[in-house]
């Protein structure tokens, strides 16, 4: 993975209909295995949501994150409740986004971790107690171009001091 495909990463909340192949959904887990975690706890869990109805119900519960619905794939990222549970969880949902740019797709991250709609996510998707939502990635094949711009790096990089 080249530092442009970091650059090209973009949130995506419109999705053509096309199905998402399930050898690149496994690939986007598969490389979510390898992220970042404290202490080496992997406490990941990744449901993989695929049916409409029951993305609907996911993007019904949800503040931000309607687009959800129309979204082939949702995956909702579970963390065991550790001390780092949130920092692991974070890393593993930013290897899943650059792992879907890398494969063409767009993708969105939803907050998940502090929402009140957490455990009723949970219990939706039939997690086990003990566990948090960190977050919820829509993925699809995108039906629009990103145009708001990027700051500047010399707008925000600051040496030495603020």
């Not at 709609?117 to 566990?131: E, F, R, S």
């Amino acid at each position: 993975m080249g530092l442009e495909l970091l650059k090209q990463r973009i949130s995506v909340r419109k999705y053509t209909l096309q199905p998402v192949e399930r050898e690149k959904i496994e690939e986007i887990v598969d490389v979510a295995r390898f992220a970042p975690t404290a202490r080496n706890e992997q406490p990941w869990e990744y449901v993989v949501v695929t049916e409409q109805a029951v993305r609907e119900e996911i993007a019904n519960l949800t503040d931000y994150g309607k687009f959800i619905a129309e979204a082939p794939v949702c995956i909702a990222v579970f963390t065991k409740e550790t001390k780092y549970y949130l920092e692991d969880g974070s890393a593993a949902t930013t290897y899943i986004l650059l792992a879907a740019t890398s494969l063409g797709l767009g993708s969105c991250w939803v907050a998940g971790d502090k929402k009140e709609y957490g455990h009723a996510v949970g219990k939706l998707l039939g997690v086990p107690t003990g566990y948090q939502l960190v977050s919820l990635v829509s993925l699809g094949y995108s039906a629009e171009e990103h145009l708001k711009p990027k700051r500047q790096l010399e707008d925000l990089c600051h040496w030495e001091r603020f």
